[in-house]
């Protein structure tokens, strides 16, 4: 439970507020460089802020307010120029700066202007475009594993949901949700569909392990690492599970990022919260499929991206599927979920440790302090997780997620994905390969 106060410390994004004042410290995707191909003038609301994101004509990125500085057009249907974008209406040309630098039918020069758009600085890395709308001079932009991974296909899932941001992110603050939202819900969705006994069939089904999850909890860990915190459950055999074990849950980096799977897996994922304004949420899903050496992947020329659908034709909610159960619950919330009003439990525990950052890394800023995961500089590669894959461990066991050629792709998100028939034929090149180095090992049946 939080107060009132906390609440609105926490959750809210607009330029001068505590929790926006952190998010402009951190470069921020919105959006897959892809989507510039259809469209290289497009419009974002980011923290709260309506710009307007485009690639010229020489191939230059640039972020800026969305109204020209003439009479207000919006400059969504700006003409890409050159060196810069032209509002439609009158051909005023703005570089990447903000500034005026032509304005075709006037007289005097545009010297004159004072006035600026806004204008942040944006770069692209891994398929995604990055913008950083913070106080200059702005750091790095940090080369996470998934993004520079080598050797892996990727595929980006964009979702828009109706809630604040930290709802999204508080949902891998939670290991025990599984065993309800992917498990119980699940099973409910099924049966309803009348097709549990058939989809369920195959004992790796994902569904088998997620009701398991629920079952003799013991406990639950959280602790701080240097880029975000780990956490997981403790089993216990005296309470009913199959035996006493520990499960490591995803790995949360600050200040938006979760990462399931390892890297280098045959599936890994970045969940990533962006802010759209305090109760709206770009979700990003940035799924890469890598391969053990020996195994070649495609290259992909560019990252396809896509967007699931949240519901069918008949406008009936979509819920047989792993992110969209997650989106259903974070919007049941409510915009901003009132805090105040919570009744926390024990398996609660890592959502503390995750307000308890938020705020610690809001006072940083607030102090004049650079808080985590801000880089003056990056190195080529820096590992989320603070490992990198050692594939002479048995990380391809890595449950059924590398089993997409055998229909395991169908419980989540991925299997509306643009490459998914390039990921089903490298999960069965990476089966082959196994078995003939006689490296195959028992998938277990772990939930993502
Ligand atoms: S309104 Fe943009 S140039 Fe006139
Ligand atoms: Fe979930």
Known sequence: MLSPAMNERLTRVGPGTPGGELMRRYWIPIAPYSQLDDNPVRKVRILGEDLVLYKDNSGKLGLVGDRCLHRNVDLQFGIPDDCGLRCPYHGWLFNQEGKCIERPMEATPCGEIKQKLKAYPVEELGGLVFAYMGPAPAPALPRWDLFVWPNAIRQIAIMQINCNWLQCHENTGDPTHSAWAHGHMFQYVLKQQGRF?????????????????????????????????????????????????????????????????????????????????????????????????????????????????????????????????????????????????????????????????????????????????????????????????????????????????????NDDADRYGPALEMVKDLHRRIEEFELAQGTATATENAPG
């Open 197 to 409: 006994e058939e989809a369920t069939a195959q004992a790796e089904h994902t569904l088998h392990t997620r009701l398991k999850t629920g079952v003799g909890i013991k406990e639950l860990y959280a602790h701080p690492t240097t880029h975000g915190f780990a956490k997981g459950v403790n089993y216990s055999q005296e309470l009913g599970a199959d035996s006493d074990y520990t499960r490591d849950h995803s790995t949360v980096i600050f200040p938006f990022y979760t990462q399931t799977g390892k890297t280098g897996a045959p599936r890994s994922e970045y969940q990533i919260r962006v802010p759209i304004d305090d109760t709206h949420t770009y979700h990003i899903c940035y799924q890469v499929y890598a391969a053990p050496p020996g195994v070649e992947v495609p290259k992909q020329d560019s990252v396809p991206w896509y967007e699931p659908p949240r519901h069918d034709e008949n406008g009936r909610p979509i819920l047989d599927y792993v992110l969209a159960q997650d989106a259903l619950v974070w919007d049941a919330q409510g915009p901003i979920t009132d805090r105040s009003a919570e009744l926390l439990g024990r398996t609660d525990v890592p959502i503390v440790l995750l307000r308890r950052q938020l705020d610690e890394q809001i006072t940083r800023v607030e102090q004049g302090e650079e808080p985590i995961n801000f880089f003056r500089e990056s190195p080529a590669i820096i590992y989320g997780t603070g490992e990198a894959p050692d594939y002479s461990k048995p990380l391809l066991k890595h449950n059924f997620r590398k089993l997409y050629h055998k229909g395991f792709f």
